[in-house]
Structure formats: structure tokens, C-alpha cells
């Protein structure tokens, strides 16, 4: 059985409007395409496999250290399966997206798991997230979950004083995010000369999930310091796969691909290769 706390009013999901026109973005609309083509191949299973391996280890060992389970928020969740996952191990989960249609989606899956969880549901922005915890959270979290979040945020460093305000002292913040660096090493490899020569390339946002304003990591690095994070581990999710035009090999056989991926997702330079990065760092 599955406890479910259903935020009675949902805010809109429409997005919230910039200064500089930009506008924090919502798969609301494209959250059957988001997760056939995110989570619908071996592409998703990677990305799990990196993030599940970072995280529960982790997560196991503070809960051991704190001598109870953990207090975890996942915002920008999406299908917010490694959250769901963490609230199967006895950890209290809450979870949060700007998009009624995507957190349907997450709750159709905890709803087929067997046994008693503990998560709390709310649809609304990140930024009118901390007054909802206000009227219903008596206490801040030991983990912080932030995955393919900034890059489809209007102001994304503004996120980081969010955080600051949720997480309790000695907390963990995982921060998973596009790497700019990838799109112009793929694109170097296809051949693609003519589009990284192009200074107003867009992708097409109605149902390309490639984001317009990535954030680089060493900008994300310099957000963390700034806010007094201490990286704990650092991965690449996709170091080799994406890359690959010609499957051969090993390339054929998804298992081997997937501990191919783990065992140089963790190592330089490969890892700084991935297409999303992930940062686990501690408060």
C-alpha cells in the first residue's frame, strides 16, 4: 500500500516569467514523448544506473551515521523514480514538479509497489514550494535531490538559496544536470561544424529536450563553493554511448554497456565526457 499526501490546490503549471523573457520550463504538455524518449531505452537505464549506485550509497551511509531514515526532497522530480525508490527504503519522500502530468506519471509507479511508503506529493514551482513545506513540514531535509532541473530554469543560480533553506547542516545536495560541453563534442564528432559555427542556434523547446541554457559545470562548481559545498563525488551519465554512430562490439550488449558506463563514469577525463553530469555534494 502506498500513503499518499495529495496537495489539494496544485498551483498552475504554467510557467513562471523571467525579466529577461526566458521562463522556467514544463514538460507538462510532452509527458508521454519526455518519458519514451528519456527513460524509454538504454539512454534512461544509464542514467538510473549512475544515479541509483551514487546515491543510495550515500544515502545508506548518512542514514546509518544519523541512526534513522532520511528526510528527502526531490525537486523537479519528473518521473522521480530514484525518489520513489528511496522512499521503498524506509526513507520519508517528498516529491515536487512544476507539471501535474509528469508527477501522474511517478504516481501511477508508486502506486503498483506492494508495501507501506511514505510520500508527499506537491505540483507546483520550485518557488512556491517553501511556503507549502511551511504549512505542512516541521522539519528540513538530509537530502536534497535536483535532477535535469537547472538547465530548464529561467534564473538557475537562484535555486541555490532554496536549497540553503531546506537542507539541514552536514546535508547532502545531488545535482544532475546537461553538460554543454557534451553538445559541442558530439556535434565535433558528427561533423555537425556548421551549427557550433552558428552564434543563434536553438533547439526547438515545443518537444526537444536538448536545453537552450545549459549551465557549465564549472559554473555549477562555483554556485556550490559560494554556498559552502563540499563536492563528495562527482559522475558522467552517457561518457561513451552517445558517441558511438557505429555499434560494434560490446556496444550490442546493453549489460556490458551499462557497467562500461558505471566503471568510467567516475574516472577522469571520461567522466567530464558525459552528456549530464552529477554532483553529490555535502553541506
Known amino acids: 500500500m502506498t500513503i499518499k499526501h495529495q496537495d489539494s490546490q496544485p498551483d498552475s503549471n504554467l510557467s513562471i516569467p523571467a525579466e529577461n523573457d526566458r521562463a522556467d520550463r514544463s514538460f507538462d504538455a510532452i509527458a508521454d514523448h519526455f518519458e519514451k524518449k528519456v527513460y524509454g531505452g538504454l539512454k534512461g537505464e544509464i542514467r538510473l544506473a549512475v544515479l541509483r549506485r551514487d546515491i543510495f550509497e550515500y544515502s545508506s551511509q548518512m542514514s546509518e551515521a544519523l541512526g534513522r531514515p532520511l528526510r528527502i526532497l526531490d525537486v523537479g522530480a519528473g518521473l522521480a523514480q530514484i525518489a520513489i525508490e528511496l522512499a521503498t527504503q524506509g526513507h520519508s519522500v517528498v516529491i515536487n514538479d512544476i507539471s501535474a502530468n509528469m508527477l501522474e506519471k511517478a504516481k501511477a509507479s508508486a502506486e503498483k509497489i506492494d508495501k507501506k511508503i511514505d510520500i508527499t506529493w ?22 536534497i535531490m535536483s535532477h535535469a532541473l537547472l538547465e530548464w530554469l529561467a534564473e538557475p543560480a537562484a535555486v541555490m538559496d532554496f536549497f540553503d533553506q531546506q537542507l539541514i547542516d552536514g546535508g547532502a545536495l545531488s545535482v544532475c544536470f546537461y ?12 561533423g555537425n561544424f556548421n551549427l557550433l559555427d552558428s552564434n543563434d542556434y ?3 523547446n515545443k518537444k526537444s529536450l536538448t536545453p537552450n541554457h545549459p549551465v557549465a559545470k564549472e559554473e555549477v562548481e562555483s554556485w556550490l563553493k559560494a554556498h559552502n559545498y563540499q563536492t563528495v563525488r562527482s559522475s558522467g ?5 552517445d558517441y558511438a554512430p557505429l555499434k560494434r562490439g560490446g556496444h550490442n550488449d546493453p549489460d556490458a554497456v ?17 552528456r549530464y553530469l552529477h554532483i553529490l555534494a555535502k553541506r
Open 179 to 190: 553538460n554543454p560541453a557534451s553538445f559541442d563534442y558530439r556535434n565535433l564528432i558528427m
Open 258 to 274: 551499462i557497467r562500461m558506463e558505471l566503471r568510467y563514469s567516475q574516472l577522469e577525463p571520461y567522466k567530464w565526457l558525459g
Open 122 to 143: 506537491y505540483v507546483c514551482p520550485y518557488q512556491a514550494l517553501e511556503e507549502k513545506l511551511a504549512q505542512t513540514e516541521t522539519e528540513k531535509f538530509d537530502l
Open 237 to 241: 551519465l552517457r561518457v561513451f554511448h
Open 202 to 204: 536553438k533547439a526547438d
